[in-house]
DNA sequence: TTGTACGCGTTATCAG
DNA sequence: CTGATAACGCGTACAA
């Protein structure tokens, strides 16, 4: 910028008004100014503008894993709309490792990120939250409804989902139903969903079997194995609840190697209504899960904390669908 | 920085020395230090690191979208390696837009982001491309093989893929394959695909259909769509190339749908080998293209040029590798 | 082993 | 409308 200044015999002052408040600069100026860039091939320097004004533009997004189509939903409206107003992302992801999460969290702490969206958080990661918060960056949480209000969120209500299907297979007049689901020590969507599973058991009177509760990494691979071992129990449920779409199809292929036809023999719900649920063989019953919605308004959310209003953040549930395809069917109808 | 100086009562070179070069302060002056850190919870400031050195550690992604799966692959791996050396990604996505494209590479210079990976660009895009390279950033083009040595790459052959497959399926006996491709207009990849595939034809004495040949957004929904299209012919291919698994898994709903039957009624190939290929009902035949091996190999090979090894950059093409599971079959078993 | 002083590229402020 | 100058938070010669 300083050579452009002297090539143009203006001021460095009048080069930076020229690029960022060019009305405040008569025209003939800005114009030679203009040419004389053009012809040095100057580019614009984002990080010392950044610095200098002593705030960043670009927020960090922390995700458990890019693969499995399900976050990337959420991750591509985030960055739509934060490339609208000129923000660039950031993007790590944890493997949900509570510990890489911290450590990710002080990094972009470090970056002093404009702001930061949490896919949830691990179970005892509440600390690192808070001092993220406490230190002044914007912080907003998807995917989970929390109950502590401190903070923001855009999420939705897993116990509440989990328990709607569970409900919804019942209504089928399954009594034996199976529950595949994500690491629920570690990661509290899948802990509400197990919360949400036991409370529509209890309230219709069915027992509880803990060896129908399998607890997986939410992959396609360990989706399979899930269902494998359900299947080949003594006494094999009739329908499975795997909470994760991703577990669903894995579970949904188990069923065709072995055999066992779907919905005739076994239901299989899911959870997610990512893109591929229906185009699967059969087409899967599922939770559907506001993925672009929440990523929008988490942008929203964050863009009015970034700019000061909203001082005491803000709180957003919304609601899950339960999508009926060709995976579930009436139990008696086998 | 400077606060914690002063509490310290040390000066600033001394609180700056005992974070990066411990080993030249004494041993009671850093502790002193350090709890002063801690007490005060200062927090490092990496962009004013990379602003005084004026070298930056985030590096630049840009993808076509981050939705389906594939690219994310490589995303992911190229996240953890990076992050194993202490670099930060800024993902961005074209939705094979090339002028989002050019504006991106544009936005990532100003930043004067430490290196770019570039996932393919858009035809039209070769001066934008030149322009960043020109301009000294490192970059490395992922998922194609370049004609011109000029930049480097770490990608495969998107023609021989192309070809090896409609070759199989010809060996197979199928005389009349039809083709679902992507954008071949803007998207390289995709033009080098529809390349291999007349060749294939061609080398083996087939006629080519341009009816049989369709431009679809690689989407599940418009592989369904172009699918239909396909098999509403009055004389369907008996064989289907969908150069991309989201639009064979779109295809294979269609079939599904109409009550065609994979593969005993029609073959359906794709390519990319998704983690759901294998899932799906058929499993898919594929083309497995390498790319966790390309995101790793990327990033060290712009690892490489940052540090100024490579002035010449490097070009690697990997292999490829026809899968066989169950969508296509010899067309005389039918 | 520690301190001083300058530089990095931009914006903001105030004076002209 | 334009110019001069301080400030942003750190790294790093060079001096002590």
């Not at 003939?28 to 984002?46: A, F, G």
């Not at 903070?151 to 897993?158: E, P, R, T």
Request: glycine share 6%; charged share 25%.
């Amino acid at each position: 910028m300083e050579e452009i200044a002297r090539k143009a015999r203006v001021s460095l002052a009048t080069v930076s008004r020229s690029i960022h408040s060019p009305h405040l600069v008569k025209k003939e100026t800005l114009e030679h100014i203009q040419r004389v860039m053009l012809k040095h091939r100057y580019v614009y320097n984002v990080t010392a503008r950044d610095f200098s004004k002593k705030k960043s533009s670009v927020i960090g997004v922390i995700i458990p894993t890019t693969k499995g189509s399900i976050f990337s939903n959420s991750t591509q409206i985030i960055q739509e709309k934060a490339q609208e107003k000129g923000f660039s992302l950031i993007i790590a992801n944890t493997g949900y490792d509570g510990n890489l999460e911290s450590s990710l969290l002080r990094q972009f702490q470090e970056r002093r990120l404009a702001g930061i969206i949490l896919t949830g958080f691990a179970i005892g990661q509440e600390s690192a939250v808070r001092d993220v918060v406490q230190s002044g960056i914007p912080c907003v949480v998807i995917w989970e409804a929390l109950d502590n209000n401190l903070l923001s969120f855009v999420g939705f209500n897993n116990f509440t989902a989990a328990y709607s299907m569970t409900e919804y297979l019942i209504q089928l007049k399954h009594q034996q139903i199976g529950l595949i689901l994500g690491p629920y020590s570690k990661v509290r969507r899948a802990k509400r969903r197990l919360e949400g599973y036991r409370a529509a058991l209890k309230d219709y009177g069915l027992k509880l079997d803990p060896h129908l509760i399998i607890e997986k990494q939410p992959t396609l691979q360990e989706g399979k194995e899930g269902m494998e071992k359900l299947l080949s129990m003594r006494k094999p449920p009739t329908a499975v609840f795997a909470a994760s779409d991703m577990l669903a199809v894995g579970a949904l292929r188990a069923a065709r190697e072995k055999g066992v036809r779907v919905p005739e023999d076994v239901s299989i719900a899911g959870f997610d209504d990512i893109d591929f649920a229906a185009f699967c063989n059969p087409p899967l019953t599922t939770v559907r899960v506001p993925a672009s919605l929440m990523g929008e308004m988490a942008v929203e959310t964050l863009m009015e904390m970034i700019e000061g209003k909203l001082p005491k953040g803000r709180q957003i549930t919304l609601n899950t669908e339960i999508i009926t395809r060709e995976s579930c069917r009436d139990r008696d109808l086998k």
